[in-house]
T-cell receptor, first 116, second 112 residues
Framework: GAGVSQSPSNKVTEKGKDVELRCDPI?????LYWYRQSLGQGLEFLIY????????KSGLPSDRFSAERTGGSVSTLTIQRTQQEDSAVYLC??????????????FGPGTRLLVL | KQEVTQIPAALSVPEGENLVLNCSFT??????LQWFRQDPGKGLTSLLL?????REQTSGRLNASLDKSSGRSTLYIAASQPGDSATYLC???????????FGQGTILTVHP
């Protein structure tokens, strides 16, 4: 079946503009995660969704970052007034509901964001 | 704050060698420990997942172990091949919902 898809695959924007990144999880996966991989920073957790609610937003770096999920499926990560330090690869992952800690996360190919 | 450390940062070996990648973590409250592979432009692929109640997992030429008491995991790759060249990530999961903490990775190059 289809894996996790993300769009766009690449995005170049000017400093100060808003961007929206989209994630389509695997059908039936109730858990959805956003991560960011910055040069020299490694992969970092941003936000977790269970269904349409986000119990853990602790990784969002500033109030310019927000995310929503609708219908328990598609999620959008929005970055307002982008800054150059927002340049990174944004990865989305999904998984089945947790049961004993044994469910792996399936990652999308990522969106490469470059803020000029 | 949970820290995940991987050693070595980079490794270059000739084809056919057996090798060991090391990972250490600071938080003993663990749900599972995963090893991922990252290929340029191809995203992340889960290789092995060891639940907290387990000590090791095996898949083909890969074997991963978990020692919670010492906060360590190792990934053993037998008979390495050039196709194994990639970045290997040790990933700690210490929550009930899957918030992952990633190591910085080991860049593996297997040359023919």
């Amino acid at each position: 079946g289809a894996g996790v898809s993300q769009s766009p695959s690449n995005k170049v924007t000017e400093k100060g503009k808003d961007v929206e990144l989209r994630c389509d999880p695997i059908s039936g996966h109730t858990a959805l995660y956003w991560y960011r991989q910055s040069l020299g920073q490694g992969l970092e957790f941003l936000i977790y969704f269970q269904g349409n609610s986000a119990p853990d937003k602790s990784g969002l770096p500033s109030d310019r970052f927000s995310a929503e999920r609708t219908g328990g499926s598609v999620s959008t990560l929005t970055i307002q007034r982008t800054q150059q330090e927002d340049s990174a690869v944004y990865l989305c992952a999904s998984s089945l509901a947790r049961s004993g800690g044994g469910e792996t996360q399936y990652f999308g190919p990522g969106t490469r964001l470059l803020v000029l | 704050k949970q820290e995940v450390t991987q050693i070595p940062a980079a490794l270059s070996v000739p084809e056919g060698e057996n090798l060991v990648l090391n990972c250490s973590f600071t938080d003993s409250a663990i749900y599972n420990l995963q090893w991922f592979r990252q290929d340029p432009g191809k995203g992340l692929t889960s290789l092995l997942l060891i639940q907290s109640s387990q000590r090791e997992q095996t898949s083909g030429r890969l074997n991963a172990s978990l020692d919670k008491s010492s906060g360590r995991s190792t990934l053993y790759i037998a008979a390495s091949q050039p196709g194994d060249s990639a970045t290997y990530l040790c990933v700690f999961d210490g929550t009930s919902y899957g918030k992952l903490t990633f190591g910085q990775g080991t860049i593996l190059t297997v040359h023919p």
